[in-house]
């Protein structure tokens, strides 16, 4: 079992930055695929970030070039860097987490708000 925690958020002004992370408990972090989904009111959760356990990343076209994620295995964290953010960047953000290889999200945190004013 994997247990995921957020943090983080809160609110910025456009144009701001922010940086969430997520810390990860179990052995086999290094192992994982982990994922920023986020969801905003009234519309589905989407796809943000993701970084597979080999380091390769890949972004929603929306946030490229402004967003970063980055892993450090050794303490079991994920980050995300948030950069020129914008007002339709505002979401509940959330941390998840799969077997390296599986195209299931199986594990969630329990999601961080970030709100930005225009």
């Known amino acids: 079992q994997v247990q995921l925690v957020e943090s983080g ?3 910025v002004q456009a144009g701001g930055s922010l940086r969430l992370s997520c810390a990860a408990s ?9 994922g920023w989904f986020r ?11 993701g970084i597979n356990w080999t380091g390769a990343r890949g972004y929603v076209d929306s946030v490229k070039g402004r967003f970063t ?4 295995n050794a303490k079991n964290t994920v ?5 020129s953010l914008k007002p339709e960047d505002t979401a509940v953000y959330y941390c998840a987490a799969r077997d390296g ?6 594990y969630w ?8 004013s225009s």
């Open 39 to 49: 969801q905003a009111p009234g519309k589905e959760r989407e796809f943000v970030a």
């Open 79 to 83: 980050y995300l860097q948030m950069t």
């Open 69 to 72: 994620m980055s892993r450090d």
């Open 101 to 106: 290889g599986n195209p299931a999200w199986k």
């Open 109 to 116: 945190g329990q999601g961080i708000q970030v709100t930005v």
């Open 26 to 34: 179990g052995r086999t972090f290094s192992s994982y695929d982990m």
């Open 9 to 11: 958020g809160g609110l």
